[in-house]
């Protein structure tokens, strides 16, 4: 399934390109997420936990970035990943996009081709839709606050320590995606009646 998200980030495209390519800065504003090894520049491992109300998901895999073109600010990563406490499975193709945004900002575009085996597959396209916009929205956030704590740093002084995303949990969220998938349903049953 394609699930696609955007972002703005409020600093200059170059700037954003190679924070984004600092995998030891973005992994800690991806919630739930979890370097646990570096094999090279291009290939990591991690852990990736997500709860959604009653339903936790933990998933280690690895990642690699297949391509980077720096000119068009473009990079497809490839992760996989399998379930720790069940037989589930997940991949994705990752698509990220830059493009110069608004008062020398930044847009980010990515583009997810998610597959997910075993209990994840429970969840529709709407709620993954859902969960990820939410998560893309912490992760956005994280990232904007890392990168200005960044400019703030003078010339010998400690940079502040990094925030970090919040691990996924809770029923709020997955309450939260519910909520949203049943009103797509009504709404839906509504656009039917009046044709």
């Known amino acids: ?3 696609e998200n955007s972002f703005q980030v409020a600093a200059p495209i170059d700037r954003v390109w190679s924070y984004l390519l600092d995998v030891e800065k973005v ?3 991806m919630p739930g997420a979890e370097l646990t090894e570096t094999l090279d520049e291009r290939n990591w491992k991690g852990k990736v936990t997500v709860k959604l109300g009653p339903v936790s998901l933990a998933f280690a ?7 980077r073109d720096e000119g ?3 990079a497809v990563l490839k992760a996989s990943g399998m379930e720790q406490r069940g037989k589930g499975a ?4 990752i698509t990220s996009t830059l493009e110069a945004g608004p008062s020398d900002g930044t847009i980010v575009n990515i583009v997810q081709d998610l597959k997910v085996s075993g209990q994840a597959a429970q969840f529709s396209r709407g ?8 998560l893309t929205q912490q992760f956005a956030d994280c990232l904007q606050t890392n990168m200005q704590a960044g400019e703030r740093v003078g010339i010998g002084e400690e940079p502040a320590p990094l925030a970090t995303a919040k691990p ?9 995606a519910l909520w949203r998938a049943i009103l797509r349903t009504f709404a839906r049953i ?6």
């Open 72 to 74: 068009a600010h473009r």
């Open 27 to 29: 992994v800690p504003c």
């Open 168 to 176: 996924v949990k809770g029923i709020r969220l997955g309450m939260g």
């Open 190 to 195: 509504f656009r039917r009646r009046r044709k």
């Open 1 to 3: 399934m394609l699930i």
């Open 61 to 67: 895999g690895k990642v690699n970035m297949e391509e």
């Open 90 to 93: 997940a991949s994705a193709v």
């Open 127 to 134: 709620m993954m839709q859902d969960v990820t916009n939410k």
